[in-house]
Structures are given as C-alpha cells and as structure tokens.
C-alpha cells in the first residue's frame, strides 16, 4: 500500500497545473523563454490528462491510472532535465529540479486503484 491514494492525487495534480502555470510569474521569469514554456506547457497537460484518468477527480475516465503516474514521471523527468535539456541552466533550474522531483515522487508513491470506501 503506498501513502497517497488516487483522490488525493487527484487533487495534487490540479494544484501542481496551476502551480506549474503560475510558476514563471512567481519565480520572476522571462515568460517569452523556454525556462517559462516549459511550465507553461507542463501545467496545461497536467490538468488536462487529469480531466480525462479514470479516478476520483476525472470528468472523462478515458486514461487508466497507472498511464496516468506513468505520464506524472515522465513528466517530473523532463522538467527535471529541461534546464539542461533545452540549455537555460545558466539561468534558472531550481524551480523546475524542485517541482520535477514533487512530481516523481508523487507518482512513485500513489496507489494505482482507488480505495474502498466504507460506508
């Protein structure tokens, strides 16, 4: 059993997309260069793969959770890699290592079924 049921994922994910969104505003950032696409275009994904997983917090239910944490990581990766990847490093990376580490550990430690709920 891993510590993070899919609910309360759910609702980490839709933080993270807003975060992620608001993220170039918030950390001072260029939001005409890649260190702000980046965020830009991971916050957006974000909260529309979550619109559309089968889990609590899902409106269409098209993608199975465990895609769903499969996406979550790859993800967190390329935003840890991104300052390197696409070579803004010299400028910023902080933020985007931070949020990509949340990001993959949140995935490594969700459950992939919803729990039962008593009633």
């Known amino acids: 059993m891993k510590p993070i049921n899919t609910k309360t994922h759910g609702y980490m994910d839709y933080i993270m997309g807003i975060f992620l ?3 170039p505003s918030l950390f001072n950032l260029n939001h005409e260069k ?3 696409s980046v965020f830009y ?10 619109l ?5 917090l899902g409106f269409l239910k098209l ?3 465990p895609i769903h944490l499969i996406v979550d990581f ?3 990766l390329f935003l840890v890699a991104s300052p390197w990847l696409l070579g803004f490093s010299e400028t910023v990376y ?12 949140a995935a490594v430690l969700t459950n992939t079924q919803p729990q039962k709920e008593i009633l």
């Open 21 to 23: 969104i608001a993220s």
């Open 34 to 36: 890649p260190e702000s």
């Open 41 to 50: 275009v991971l916050g957006v994904a974000t909260i529309i793969y979550s």
């Open 52 to 56: 559309i997983t089968d889990y609590e």
């Open 63 to 65: 993608i199975p959770m």
């Open 74 to 76: 790859l993800s967190g």
């Open 94 to 105: 902080g933020p985007h290592l931070t949020l990509g580490i949340i990001e993959i550990g």
